[in-house]
């Protein structure tokens, strides 16, 4: 394992939960004007030698009624739950995550599963969540038997986050993003097919408000 992917995995780990936010979805083609912006600003030292760039895809899980929705539902809906997984050189790790997003800021729990975890989520066993510890899986659990929360689609990205302003900002940009509705092949190592025209995004957060 080299220094880079475990410190570029520890970014994942020290994110702080409560954060200002902003989030846009942009053509493909416009990744290179993005960078041209952003090459105005200050990025750290840190950012300069090792940006944290992963391959990962994230698995959403909604609410039986809102199964139908599509990509913008994710913009408007003010609490989402998913599963990501992020591969950083040979080294990997699935994250189950709730974000609550207000109108300006946003605010992400998030908690290492396994592989065995991931796999029982997507054949709808949660007995594993009902007699666990951990706050956010007894959450989920619970609000699962009221909404019946089932996996919805998935996305996959090239990512990229860089850091400002001395650590108290990070801009995250996902390239080549995908969708798929075939929830099956989330575990498959092979990539996903595109179920809807790709795109990119970028996320800027910060510790102060934006």
Do not use: W
Not at 99 to 120: M, V
Not at 137 to 154: A, C, D, G, V
Not at 156 to 171: A, Y
Not at 179 to 189: A, D, P, V
């Amino acid at each position: 394992m080299t220094t880079n992917t475990t410190n570029s995995l520890s970014i994942i780990e020290t994110n702080p939960n409560f954060h200002y936010e902003i989030a846009k979805c942009i053509p493909q083609d416009s990744i290179p004007l993005l960078y041209q912006i952003l090459s105005k600003y200050e990025i750290s030292e840190h950012a300069k030698d090792m940006p944290f760039s992963a391959q990962v895809r994230e698995l959403y899980l909604l609410p039986s009624l809102e199964i139908s929705g599509t990509l913008p539902l994710l913009q408007t809906m003010p609490e989402l739950f998913y599963i990501e997984y992020i591969k950083v050189g040979h080294q990997s790790r699935y994250l189950f995550h709730k974000r609550y997003k207000g109108e300006h800021h946003s605010l992400e729990n998030s908690i290492i599963l396994s592989k065995k975890q991931c796999k029982k989520i997507l054949k709808g066993d949660l007995s594993f969540m009902e007699d666990s510890t951990e706050p956010l899986f007894l959450e989920y659990y619970s609000k699962h038997q009221t909404y019946q929360y089932r996996p919805s689609f998935i996305i996959s990205c090239k990512r990229k986050r860089h850091i400002f302003n001395g650590g108290q900002s990070q801009i995250t940009i996902n390239d080549n993003v995908k969708m798929s509705f075939r929830t099956s092949l989330f575990l498959e190592e092979k990539d996903l097919p595109a179920d809807s025209k790709t795109y990119a995004s970028f996320r800027i957060q910060s510790a102060v408000e934006l």
